[in-house]
């Protein structure tokens, strides 16, 4: 379809075969937190946002209206827009007595498109002692999947793990290439994942998956060169990007980290080759380096001909 195609090229951007990501919807699953306190600091980090190079902001629905500005014109990050809710960074925080996760659809595909997104963000819990509660998660992203099909908008899956006691298997190759390799499966358009912490590992849950990967930022720690190197890791690994929101939105140079990130992604290294095609007048070809004057060729050939075919009538 036409209309996916259009907007996953807003995403992830056609010239490098990579995107820049930046979740900025963490209200709607922790309330205030330092980046997202009030109206005032939310649309004064956007206008930051819509100056970048970011190819895309995920918000909630409920804020787009107090953000819209921001997201007009051309050159400007898309929407995403968040529409599955999740206990789990409430209980990161420490202030629920629950230690499992639990996700709700909150907004429709219908409401998302009224206010403008070029795609959806769900969370895709595995792990569940309860099988029920397993396939439930496999049968609401499957639905969400087709709705979005039927429509053209792009779905970005976020696996997770269930539980909140072993959080060291979150970052786990094993489990990241069976989670991510299901939510590809299941139908999304771009996969969310953890990191392994290094590049020969995360190869391998990138060849495993058929979807593009684009990394998290994972937990709020370290430093900003080892996020940075983590980008570097991923990117080198075919990772499609990026999708770090706090450790962009929490730093202390908002713009200068966000313009390291977007350099990293898209300046550092050759196109992504595996994900960019580009389709001209029929003409479609993956487009690495070795193959540009074929494509060139095929393009010229076929303008010819049209030309002849038209000259001849």
Known sequence: ?????????????????????IPYAHGLLQGPIPGLENINEINRYMEIFRKSRAT?????????????????GRCVPSAVILIDWINMTKAYRGNV???????????????????????????????FEDPSLEAEEIRKNGLVVKECERVGLPVIIEPVMAGFKNKDIF???????INDRIAAEIGADIVKSQYTGDSESFREVVENCAAP?????????????????????????????????R?????????????????????????????????????????GAGDENELVEKIASQVISEYKNKISK
């Open 56 to 72: 895309g902001i995920i918000i909630s629905y409920g804020y787009v209206k107090y953000s819209a500005d921001y997201l007009i």
């Open 213 to 245: 990967i684009m990394i998290a930022g994972g937990p709020k720690s370290g430093t900003m060169e080892e996020t940075y190197e983590m980008i570097r890791g991923a990117v080198q690994a075919g990772a499609a990007g990026t999708i770090v929101g």
């Open 247 to 287: 450790k962009i939105f929490q730093a202390e140079n908002i713009e200068k980290c966000l313009n390291e990130v977007c350099k990293i992604v898209y300046d550092e290294f050759p196109r992504n080759n595996d994900i960019q095609i580009r389709c001209i007048n029929g003409v479609c070809s993956a487009s």
């Open 1 to 21: 379809m036409y209309g996916k195609k259009i907007r996953m090229g807003r995403l992830i951007d056609p010239r490098y075969g990579r995107g820049v990501i």
């Open 171 to 177: 970052y786990d190759k094993e489990y990241l290439k």
């Open 97 to 127: 007595p629950y230690d499992e996760v639990r996700t709700c659809i909150c907004t429709s595909i219908e409401d998302a498109i009224k206010v403008g997104a070029d795609g959806v963000m769900t969370y895709l819990t595995l792990g």
